[in-house]
């Protein structure tokens, strides 16, 4: 299993609920071209069938929303999994921030994180993915909508439910992340009014119809959106009951079937305001240096046709990189010749990383063991650039202990053709690349250990199993 690079928050979720049922499979990263839509904001959407009361909270922040001159937050997108699969617990939690703005003057807006950006200056519309180093840039054309330019970044839209509204997203009924309503709450949290919808909504994370516990909270005063949550885990249990139906028998006999205890989505508004000042170059997207404007988006990027030319690297002298590790302390591959290196790409919030971690591990205290001297396994960090804590954190977690490079830049993904993580390369001692895969699945780190064996007795990544041992 292998996570884009690209980090698209709902592509990433949606990427979570199948990593655990993909046995050691390559999950496909072609993006999707979202459906051309009008914006949801100049629709009559059809009432669902609710209480009064709640209804009227939805219309209240609806029409908020659309009678706002201009509108801001940062949202942060959480997904909080735990679940095992026989004795390995495959547990995480993935969070994303993006970053909304909007002026209805124009109908400008930005939506934007560390790796992407949609936006429109009111004239040219705008779609940045950063990993790729591509973006695409043009006026739409009559009965277009910015989904006709975004392609797979308009999940980023839907996954905000306020830029969903006023920008337009593939859903046509604002707020359709909740159905129906049981109950209406309201309380005080941080000498704040707040008012609670509690009912049932689409899941956001599965490709399921079946409808989940959603919670809505709006605060009073403004009538605005503050947070939503959602409860797939019953969902995703009768999801995996599903897949494992659809298994052959001696599969499905053969593989410890997962225990979800819980699977939720936590969307959360930060930092909003309301009818606030903007400066005109505000939403005006200057390339930075190095990107290629496209008609429209290829994994690779400059990277080249993607995996073939990524093998194309193994057996050549490895592209040359220096920078600092995530402890701040300088590291130049070149003051690490003479050793076996083996690198591997990964982030927090990819889920196949995750896994493999543990594996590495204990890969890399093995082999320094053994090898004492003679090999480096080097973590090439790809998480967000506000996310130091969040790394520190796994890295305390999990008991990480080999070192971990600073590449959240993807500067050194770039030179090894990186379209997907986790990614792992070995370079032999004499600085010759011997082996790159991407993607992790239990039972892999068996044939990895046999390839780090076979450079330390200076012999092809490639060669047979147990042909390094009788050198």
Not at 20 to 25: C, D, K, N, R, V
Not at 75 to 99: A, P
Not at 264 to 275: A, D, F, K, P, R
């Amino acid at each position: 299993m292998r996570c884009p690079v690209a980090l698209l928050s709902v592509a990433v979720t949606l990427a979570l609920a199948g990593t655990t049922l993909a046995q050691g499979g390559m999950a496909p990263v072609t993006p999707a071209t979202a459906p051309a839509t009008a914006p949801a904001a100049e629709t009559t959407p059809a009432a669902p069938a609710m209480p009064a009361e709640a209804r009227a909270v939805l219309d209240r922040a609806i029409k908020a929303y659309q009678d706002a001159n201009a509108y801001a937050d940062v949202l942060i997108f959480k997904v909080d999994m735990k679940m095992k699969m026989g004795e390995e617990d495959n547990s995480n939690t993935q969070e994303q921030k993006s970053r909304l703005l909007w002026a209805k003057e124009g109908k400008r807006f930005v939506v934007s994180s560390d790796e992407f950006l949609l936006s429109s200056d009111g004239k040219l519309t705008t779609a940045y993915i950063e990993p790729f180093k591509q973006y695409i840039q043009r006026e739409l054309k009559s009965g277009e909508s910015p989904a006709d330019v975004a392609g797979p970044l308009m999940m980023a839209v839907q996954a905000h439910p306020v830029a969903n509204l006023l920008i337009g997203g593939t859903d046509t009924e604002p707020f359709a992340a909740i159905k129906t309503v049981e109950k209406v709450d309201r309380v005080e949290k941080d000498g704040k009014k707040q008012i609670i919808l509690v009912g049932r909504g689409p899941s956001g994370i599965l490709p399921t119809e079946d409808l989940v516990p959603v919670t809505m909270t709006f605060d009073e005063a403004t009538g605005l959106l503050v947070q939503m949550t959602s409860d797939s885990t019953e969902a995703y249990r009768k999801y995996i009951d599903s897949m494992l139906a659809q298994m052959p028998a001696e599969m499905r006999a053969a593989a410890p079937k997962p225990v979800v205890d819980r699977m939720m989505l936590e969307i959360s508004l930060l930092n909003t305001q309301v009818n606030q000042a903007v400066a005109d170059d505000a939403f005006a997207f200057k390339a930075p240096e190095g990107v290629k404007k496209v008609d429209e988006f290829s994994m690779g990027g400059d990277q080249g046709s993607g995996e073939a030319d990524q093998q194309a690297l193994v057996g050549k002298p490895s592209p040359a990189f220096e920078g600092k590790l995530l402890d701040g302390s300088a590291f130049k591959l070149a003051d690490a010749k003479g050793k076996v290196v083996v690198m591997d790409f990964w982030a927090t919030w990819c889920g196949p990383c995750v896994k493999a971690i543990p594996y590495i591990q204990a890969m890399w205290e093995e082999f320094s063991k053994s090898h004492p001297d003679q090999i480096l396994f080097l973590g090439m960090n790809h998480d967000g650039k506000d996310d130091d804590q969040k790394i520190a954190q796994f890295i305390e977690k999990n008991k990480v202990t080999f070192k971990q490079f600073d590449d959240r830049e993807n500067a050194v993904g770039e030179q090894f053709k990186v379209n997907g993580i986790p990614c792992m390369v070995i370079i032999d001692r004499e600085g010759v690349v011997q082996h790159i895969h991407t993607g992790f699945a239990p039972g892999m780190e068996k044939d990895l250990k046999e390839k780090i064996s076979a450079v330390l007795a200076g012999k092809p990544a490639a060669a047979p199993a147990g042909e390094a041992e009788k050198k």
